[in-house]
Structure formats: structure tokens, C-alpha cells
């Protein structure tokens, strides 16, 4: 069989970064931006850093900021029709994995209109044209949604977040500037980034890993165990290890897909409006325990990488176990909650396992599971 792996086209990185976007519209021959940014970074001049970059060039744009934290269906339909009403033909996405997200829905649907109902692009849609030119500037360091062919949206109507995998919807060009995260308060860089180190450590178990992802995955582990305790501090250092270390996860398990935890944290943003990266972190580690038997000699790999000396001698007991007690010295040292009993009730957990198991995520997970198993799964973190 063989392994695909997809990129994204440019990528600049460092400080100051985002100066390169006027320079990639014009060289493009684009006329018209529709930046797709949230309200909040208008409203902190964080977006604002970039449409002066625009303005000063005299690139003419229009802003889209009317989608939620978990961007559902309807406020997709609605970025679409601004899209066609401003008479746009480039995208520039500003933001966490909300606006990525959002703007690569819209722009899938803009070029491929058959899929304006949105929730046929769950799974992998077979859609026919790439969606409209993007330039996606992350502005927190996490989702790696400026590198991925993934994104997320919630149906609010049957509360479920539903995946989408498709290489058309990869941003053309992806411009990380850790200046552009500076910003992010203690908490959400912590939130963002124990879901970037998700994303290395489930993509490096999933079924599908194999040596060229393996090398991403590993070297982010590495990247995010050194620089988000600084992050959080609010080191230059801290956030510049965090704005790559995210971004190199992003192009790992863009290509070979996730697990279970993502299956188990995307039920919590649908139905209570959980941040995804403190949904995710509060599952890692039970769940890294749940897979350890399905792992062969991987977690002694991941402890090497988080910091872990000595696994050259461990018993696979012994570094399995360092593997996740680093995970879990990591999320406490930056203020992560240890469960959910004060996020999920009870009486939800057989419909959040549903939903986990039908998730697109579901599959790539290294030990074959259960809705029943994901119950109990859930019910060890109440």
C-alpha cells in the first residue's frame, strides 16, 4: 500500500512573517482578500496587524468575523454568501482553528457548491476543485489548521461536531509569526498547547504512522515538552517552540489521521461548549493508557521525547508508564483540570460515546474499540 503524504505549498516562519502576505497576494495576482478573522482579534488589534499590511499595499478586503468558537453550519452558509456578495478571490484566515476552520469550509463550498448543506463534507468528501486560494495565519499554537486537511464544524441541530478530510482545502500558504500569538492569555496557550501535543502523540500511535510521519511527530513531542511551560510564562522562547512545534505536528497527523481522544473531545465541544484543547488534554493521558498494550515500543520513544532519562533500561511497564506520567506532570504544570466531572454530566456519557465512536478520528486509534469501552472510558474521568 502506498503512504500519501500532502503539504501545504509555502510556509514563512519567524517574527515578523506575516509582512511576507502583501508581497504573495500581489505575486499571485489576486485582487481582493476575504479575511476571515473572530471579533476578539479585531477587537485586541491582533488581525488588524495584518489588514494594515493590506492597506498599506492597497489591497482591497472585507472582513468575515460572524462565526462561534465551534463554527457551525449555519455561520459556514453565511461566510459563503458574504464571500459571493464582496466578490472576493483570496482568502486570508486569522485565528485559532475557529477561522482556519470556517474559511476552509467556505472556501471548499464557494468552488464546489454542491456542498453548500455542509454537512455532506463529513469524512472524506469526494469534492472535484480545491477550494479558493487561502493564506492562513495562525494566531494560536495548536491546531496546526494552516498545514492540515482537516477541519471541524458543529450541527447545532443534532449536537455532534463533525470531521472533514480533504486535501483540497490545505491552504495554499501558511504564514506562522510567533508575534502573532503573543497575545494568547496563560490559559488558552495552555489549552492550545496540550492539543498540539495530542496531535504528535496520537499521530505517532495511529494505525496508520509509518517512518516520514514518525520523524514530524516525534521532533514535535520534543519541540512542545521543551517550549509550552515557557509559552505559558510568556517567553519569546516559549511561544516560538510552541508556533513550530504545533505547526510540525500539523503536517504529521494531517496524514495519518488521529484516535480516540479527538473522537472523545469532539462530543464535549458539540454539547457543552468545551474548548477542544482542554477537552483534549484532560483525555491524553487515560487514554494513552488505554492504547499503551497496542503500542509496541512507542511510548518509549514519546518518554524520551517529553524528557523522560534512562528508557534505554526501562521494561516496557516501566517506560510506558513514564510515558503518560509525563504527559500528566505537563498538563498540571499548566493548570489543565485532572477530569471532567465538572464539565460532562452523567446522564450524557452513552451519547457522547456514541458520537465518539462514529466520529471520523474513531478509526485511526491503535487498539480496536467499543462504544461500550468508550463508556467506561468516560466515566473514569467523571
Not at 497576494?25 to 482578500?33: D, Q
Not at 491546531?143 to 449536537?159: F, G, P
Not at 509496541?296 to 521525547?305: H, L
Request: hydrophobic share 40%.
Amino acid at each position: 500500500m502506498a503512504n500519501r503524504i500532502v503539504l501545504n505549498e509555502t510556509s514563512y516562519h519567524g517574527a515578523g512573517a506575516i509582512e511576507s502576505i502583501p508581497a504573495e497576494i500581489k505575486a499571485r495576482g489576486f485582487k481582493k482578500a476575504f479575511v476571515v478573522t473572530d471579533k476578539d482579534l479585531i477587537k485586541f488589534d491582533v488581525s488588524t496587524k495584518v489588514t494594515r499590511l493590506l492597506e498599506n499595499e492597497g489591497i482591497p478586503y472585507v472582513i468575515f468575523s460572524d462565526f462561534k468558537a465551534n463554527p457551525t453550519v449555519e455561520n459556514v452558509q453565511e461566510g459563503v454568501e458574504a464571500f459571493k456578495a464582496a466578490d472576493c478571490d483570496c482568502i486570508i484566515s486569522i485565528g485559532g482553528g475557529s477561522s482556519i476552520d470556517t474559511g476552509k469550509a467556505v472556501g471548499i463550498i464557494i468552488n464546489n457548491p454542491e456542498y453548500y448543506d455542509v454537512v455532506s463534507l463529513e469524512g472524506v468528501a469526494p469534492t472535484k476543485h480545491p477550494g479558493v486560494p487561502t493564506i492562513a495565519v495562525p494566531t494560536t499554537a495548536g491546531t496546526a489548521a494552516e498545514v492540515t486537511i482537516n477541519y471541524v464544524i458543529t450541527d447545532v441541530e443534532k449536537k455532534r461536531k463533525f470531521g472533514c478530510i480533504d486535501p483540497h482545502d490545505i491552504p495554499m500558504v501558511a504564514v506562522v509569526d510567533p508575534e502573532m500569538m503573543q497575545s494568547m492569555p496563560a490559559g488558552l496557550t495552555a489549552a492550545t498547547g496540550m492539543d498540539a501535543l495530542t496531535h504528535a502523540i496520537e499521530g505517532y500511535i495511529t494505525a496508520g504512522a509509518w517512518e516520514l510521519t514518525d520523524m514530524f511527530h516525534l521532533k514535535a513531542i520534543e519541540i512542545i515538552a521543551r517550549g509550552l511551560r515557557g509559552a505559558v510564562a510568556g517567553t519569546p522562547e516559549g511561544r516560538a517552540d510552541m508556533a513550530l512545534g504545533q505547526y510540525i505536528a500539523g503536517r504529521g497527523f494531517s496524514n495519518v489521521g488521529l484516535g480516540i481522544v479527538h473522537s472523545m473531545a469532539h462530543p464535549l465541544g458539540a454539547v457543552y461548549d468545551t474548548p477542544h484543547g482542554i477537552a483534549n488534554a484532560i483525555i491524553l493521558p487515560t487514554v494513552m493508557e488505554y492504547n499503551a498494550p497496542a503500542t509496541g515500543e512507542k511510548y518509549k520513544y514519546i518518554a524520551a521525547a517529553m524528557g523522560v532519562t534512562g528508557t534505554e533500561n526501562m521494561t516496557q511497564e516501566e517506560y510506558r508508564k513514564a510515558a503518560v506520567d509525563a504527559v500528566k506532570k505537563l498538563a498540571a504544570d499548566v493548570g489543565i483540570p485532572e477530569n471532567l466531572k465538572d464539565i460532562v454530566k452523567p446522564e450524557d456519557v452513552q451519547f457522547l460515546a456514541e458520537s465518539a465512536y462514529v466520529d471520523a478520528c474513531r478509526p485511526g486509534n491503535p487498539r480496536e474499540t467499543s462504544v461500550e469501552e468508550i463508556i467506561e472510558l468516560y466515566k473514569s474521568l467523571l
